[in-house]
């Protein structure tokens, strides 16, 4: 009797954990950002619930900035099948993205054509880290360890794979990721 009591308790944990689980997953993207140099918010659930994103966190004065040529060339090209990236400016990785928003959204639409979302400069490690990525973090175990980390997250808010900064957008590994993501 009391071998089974014990069973059941441990079964009723597993299932709370697991529902757990499943609501932090949910609400991976339940939360809300302002568009870069802009007073827009955007709910990123409700923008893109349904939609296989790449979050990066960028920065206008790194050796990886050029990486937003290839991301708006992965945006372009699978936006159609349901896909978005999504770039976090952050000034947190040596000092690389120091300047005002209008500085970097210059960077980002003029120098680059960026097409694809940007939002507010924000924090992306450490204490100071913003919601997203503090579940980020939590779900893969893994913080951003310099600008251009990349984030895969499935049609349904799930954390499919991360990405170093070397792994570039032109990357075959990247782009099987992403065309598996999105059932290409």
């Not at 990405?163 to 059932?183: C, D, H």
Request: aromatic content about 10%.
């Amino acid at each position: 009797m009391l071998k089974n009591a014990r069973h059941s308790k441990l079964a009723v944990a597993a299932v709370i954990f697991a529902l757990w689980s499943q609501c932090s997953i949910a609400n991976l993207l339940d939360v809300e950002f302002r568009k870069l140099a802009s007073e827009d918010k955007v709910n990123l659930s409700e923008q893109y619930s349904g939609v296989v994103t790449l979050i990066v966190n960028t920065a206008s004065r790194c050796g990886y900035t050029p990486q937003f040529s290839g991301l708006d060339q992965l945006y372009k090209e699978f936006h159609e099948s349901g896909f978005a990236v999504l770039g976090f400016p952050s000034n947190d990785f040596a000092g690389q993205d120091p300047g005002p928003e209008i500085e970097i959204a210059n960077v980002c639409y003029v120098d680059y054509g960026v097409d694809f979302p940007m939002f507010e400069k924000t924090h992306v490690r450490g204490e100071k880290a913003n919601q997203l990525y503090r579940n980020l973090t939590r779900e893969t175990g893994v913080s951003p360890g310099w600008n251009f980390h990349k984030y895969l997250i499935g049609r349904d808010g799930k954390v499919l794979g991360q990405f170093p900064s070397q792994v570039s957008p032109e990357s075959t590994v990247l782009r099987r990721a992403i065309k598996r993501a999105i059932g290409d």
